[in-house]
């Protein structure tokens, strides 16, 4: 079935360098997008979301970035902190309202 | 702010025994969502709810059954629990087209 996927299974960054975290889609009809972060212990906590009619949304410290003409989604984190170390997850689906399809997460580990 | 509650954080039961995963959605939200998420994976869809009727429908096993009540909360009943269902279980809830929020989960070991 179509699902969503991410690039890089695991990322270590620098304390205070930005991080970019990648993630493939393959369902075209997908025309809403969120990606979640996951702490140890915890449920997925929204980060952001954008919508298809959008290529860009920032956020604080934070910046989707949306090109549906490859199908990929990225997620960048400015200043990255060690409070950012988690795991993130892209999430897609074709219905507002409707459940999400998540890809297999991104592990960030930020390094002091 | 509120968010979503779920209950009990964690649940040790042993094969073929029943359990029931209770969630509380934030106020006003009308959607409930029931993902499974097993170690080291992302999370699955099993199902969804919408002012109290089956909105969506993923990898539920026919084993689980899930609704929502009068006043939103929802329950996930699972019965002849096997070794494999061992997972955290999460509920998400929405309002309208607005982006899901999860719940903290709850950890089900079967022993």
């Known amino acids: 079935g179509e699902s969503v996927g991410l690039h890089l299974p695991t990322l270590s960054v620098q304390e205070g360098d930005n991080s970019i975290i990648n993630c493939a889609y393959s369902?075209?009809?997908?025309?809403?997008f969120i990606w979640y972060k996951q702490e140890s212990g915890k449920g997925p906590q929204f980060i952001i979301d954008?919508?298809?009619?959008?290529d860009k949304r920032q956020g604080q410290r934070v910046t989707v970035l949306l090109n549906k003409t490859v199908k990929h989604l990225s997620l960048q984190i400015a200043a990255t902190q060690p409070g950012d170390s988690a795991v993130y997850f892209c999430?897609?689906?074709?219905?507002?309202?409707?459940?999400?399809?998540f890809g297999p997460g991104t592990r960030l580990s930020v390094l002091p | 702010a509120a968010g979503v509650i779920q209950s009990p954080r964690h649940l040790i039961k042993e094969k073929r025994e029943t359990a029931t995963l209770k969630c509380y959605p934030i106020?006003?939200?009308?959607?409930v969502y029931w993902y499974q998420q097993g170690p080291g994976q992302d999370p699955q869809f099993l199902i969804s709810?919408?002012?109290?009727?089956?909105?969506d429908k993923g990898s539920i096993p026919d084993r689980f059954s899930a609704q929502q009540f009068s006043d939103y909360h929802s329950e996930l009943n699972m019965s002849s629990l096997e070794l494999g269902d061992s997972a955290l279980y999460f509920c998400?809830?929405?309002?309208?087209?607005?982006?899901?929020?999860f719940g903290d989960g709850t950890r089900l070991s079967i022993l």
């Open positions: 999430a897609e689906n074709k219905n507002y309202g409707q459940n999400f399809v």
């Open positions: 709810f919408y002012e109290k009727m089956q909105s």
């Open positions: 954008i919508r298809s009619n959008m």
């Open positions: 106020p006003r939200h009308d959607t």
């Open positions: 998400a809830t929405s309002f309208g087209n607005q982006p899901q929020h």
């Open positions: 369902n075209s009809a997908s025309d809403y």
